[in-house]
C-alpha cells in the first residue's frame, strides 16, 4: 500500500528538467512582451491621437485681431438722439468700422472691391462697438482705436493655416486681400489676442464668433438634474436592494435587468425619452430638463450596481454590532453601514457623471443637436451640450471650424479628466479597508 502511494507521488511531480524549465521561461518572457508590446502601442496611438487634437486645437484659444480708428459718430451711434440704451441699439455700427477701414485704403473703389475689403474684418465687430457704446456713452463723439476680430479665413491665413503659395484660384482669401492685411501688419495694426468669446460666446455660422459657452452651460445644467435624479434614486435602490429586500424570484429578475440595463446602448434611453417625455408627457424639447432625465435613466443602473458593491464592501459585523445595540435595521443601515459605504458609491456616481458627459446619441434623439445662439438661463430653455456642439462642429464646412472642433474636445477631455481624478481621489482618502 504505502510502495503504491510512493509510486503516484512520484508521478505526480512536475517536470523539472533544465529543458523543460528553459522552454517555460521562454514562454514567460514572452508573454510579459506581449503586454508591453501591447501597453506601448496603446500609448503611442493614444499620444497620436492626442497631439493631433493638440496640434489643431491650439490655435483656437488666440484670435487674430485689427486696429480700427473708430469715429463714434453721435447721429450714427444715437439715431433717436435720446442717449438711451433703446436709442444706442438702433445704431449702423456696421457703418462705423467700414467708414474706418475705408479710410485706410483710400485708392480700394468700387462696390466689389470695397466689399472684399470688408471681409478682412468679422461681422462680430458691429457687437464689439455696440458694446463699448453701451458700456461706456463717454466715447460717443469721440475717436477711439478699438481692436476688433478679423474674419474666420483672415485669421487662418494669419495663422498658417492658409497658405499664401497655394494658387489663388485654390485658396478663399485673393491676392488684394492678402496685400491690404500685410499693410496692417506694416502699420502694427494686427495682433493675435486670447480669445475669450470662445469660452463666453454661443454658437454661431461665423467660425470666428462662435463658443462653447452656451455648450459649457447646457452641459452643467444638464448634469444638475442627471444628478439630482439618479444619486438620491439609485442609493434608496441599493439600499433597500442590498439590505431590505426579501431574496426571492423576483428580486432576482430586478437584479439581472439592472445589470442588463448597464450593458444597453445608450440610443435606446434617447429613444425611449423620445416616446415618453416628448411625445406622451409633453416636455420641452431640446431642454436640459429633459437631457437631464435621460441621462439619469442612463447612469442609474451604474449608480446602483456600484452602491450596491460599496454596502457589501462594508463588514456585516458593523450592522449586527448596531442590532446588538438595539437600534433598528433602518437605522444601523443609514447611521452605521451607509456612511461607510459612500465613498464607494459617491466614486460610482462620478464615474457614472462622466460618462454621461460624454455621452451624444441619447442627446441627438431628444432634439439637443439644435441650432442654438443664446446661453441658456434655465432648465427649460433651449440648449445644447459640449459633446453635440463638437459634433455640430465637425460636421461645418468651414475650413475654421476644424481648430474650434479640436479645442472643444480638449475642454471635454479636461472636464472629464477632472471628474475621473475626483473619484480617485474620493476614494483614496475615504476608503477604509477592513
Known sequence: MSDTSKFKLSE????????RLQKRYRAEARFRLYGITAIVFAIGVLGILLGSIISSGTSAFIQTEIALDINFDANIVDPEGTRTKESFLEGNYRKLWRDSLFTLFPEVKGRKQKRALSKLISRGADLTLREKVLNDPSIIGTTKRIWVKSSADIDSLNKGKISRSTIESD???KNHQIAWFDKLIDENRERLAFNSSLFTAGDSREPEQAGIGGAVVGSFLTLIVTLLLSFPIGVMAAVYLESFAPK????????VNINNLA????????????AVFLNFFGMPRSAPIVGGTVLALMTLPTVIIAGRAALKAVPPSIQEAALAMGASRLQAVSHHVLPLAMPGILTGTIIGMARALGETAPLLMIGMVAFIVDIPRGLSDPSTVLPVQIYLWADAPERAFVEKTSA??????????????????LRKKFEKRW
Open 12 to 19: 505526480a511531480k512536475p517536470d523539472l528538467s533544465p529543458k
Open 171 to 173: 485658396r478663399r482669401v
Open 248 to 255: 426571492n424570484r423576483w428580486t432576482d429578475i430586478i437584479e
Open 263 to 274: 450593458a444597453v446602448p445608450s440610443i435606446v434611453f434617447g429613444l425611449l425619452g423620445l
Open 408 to 425: 472643444a474636445i480638449m475642454v471635454l477631455l479636461l472636464f472629464l479628466i477632472l471628474m475621473n481624478l475626483a473619484a480617485v481621489i
